[in-house]
């Protein structure tokens, strides 16, 4: 089968097409045939190694200190069709057609098939979505609810979401709304317009306004980007607000806690897992009409690199997809 093999740490160009033997799955396993998957920042980080020092050396450990060895291949969420099973396998069946979020132990989706524990987080994907559109929802909607859970939204509540039309963010925004928040995004010129039609009240422009010298006081954040220093971010929380970062590194989240208590702020930064109920949900709120995913490009899968180049760049407007097979 074809697949795009990841065999050393550095720029998109290290990501190869190679043959490579079709998996076969075993007893309590289900073989996907993979029709999409996306590239997200989380892949490009992963490739490159450029992320915050704590996580850098717990990402090395884990998959090799020098270059990759655990792990062969990038891509932690598809859309496809169960081709075959195995023989203990009773939750899925032949034809089905499903969207998954890997755990990190079975990292890899960028080939035309693959295995998974029939246990893992798998769902029937939504019947009103594309594979394209239903592989966007696992990984940036389960951590979308996963913050938005922590950020104790009530009706009227003012939240800031730093970073809202990227992968995680554009699930936040959603969600967010649904709960009765009255919500400020914040990201770039061309992709205003955007978080318009998702449900924003209002919207900031960074090239324009720095967030953290606004008037407006907030009752939470939620800080997807997590460049700026916590004691700025916080200054236009309320007082007892709720402070969330993604991904902060050990150094920064002790600063946040610091000035979060310093300042009688609440800082939250527990990390995401992924879990089938939360799948479940947010199939039920796209059935329903009440969440939607954005695909900003297509690739062919021959063509990760390109769309690695392209996620780097910052100008992506919602997802980014690969297409596998017919």
């Not at 190694?49 to 990759?68: D, V």
């Not at 099973?85 to 998954?100: S, Y």
Request: one cysteine or more.
């Amino acid at each position: 089968m074809k697949a795009m093999i990841w065999s050393e740490y550095g720029s998109p160009d290290v990501i190869k097409l190679q043959e490579i033997p079709k998996p076969i799955p075993k007893d309590n396993e289900i073989l996907v045939k993979i029709h999409s998957t996306t590239v997200t920042s989380g892949d490009c980080e992963m490739r490159s190694m450029k992320t915050a020092l704590f996580f850098r050396i717990l990402m090395r450990l884990y998959t090799g200190l020098r270059k990759p060895k655990r792990i062969i291949m990038l891509g932690m969420e598809l859309a496809g069709e169960i081709i075959e099973i195995g023989d203990e396998v009773n939750l899925f069946k032949k034809g089905d057609q499903i969207f998954a979020a890997l755990s990190y132990e079975n990292i890899g989706t960028y080939a035309e098939y693959k295995c998974i524990p029939q246990d893992s987080v798998i769902a029937i994907k939504p019947e009103n979505m594309t594979y394209e559109e239903a592989t966007t929802i696992p990984v940036g909607g389960l951590e979308a609810y996963h913050y938005i859970r922590q950020a104790e939204i009530q009706q009227g509540r003012e939240m800031l979401i730093n970073g809202a039309a990227g992968t995680i963010g554009i699930f936040a925004l959603q969600l967010a709304k649904g709960l009765g928040a009255k919500v400020t995004a914040v990201d770039s010129t061309e992709k205003l317009v955007m978080l318009n039609s998702l449900g924003a009240d209002r919207t900031i422009d960074y090239n324009k306004q720095d967030f953290t010298e606004d008037i407006n006081r907030y009752d939470i954040i939620l800080d997807i980007v997590g460049k700026r220093n916590p004691s700025e971010s916080m200054r236009v929380l309320k007082d007892g607000g709720i402070y969330i970062v993604v991904s902060p590194g050990i150094f920064k989240s002790l600063k946040a806690r610091l000035h979060a208590k310093i300042q009688n702020k609440k800082v939250k930064f527990k990390t995401p897992s992924f879990k089938l109920t939360d799948l479940l949900y947010l199939r039920e709120k796209i059935e329903a009409g009440k969440l939607r995913t954005i695909i900003d490009k297509q690739f062919l899968l021959e063509d990760a690199p390109t769309a690695h180049r392209y996620v780097e760049s910052g100008n992506k407007v919602g997802h980014v997809v690969l297409k596998i097979g017919d």
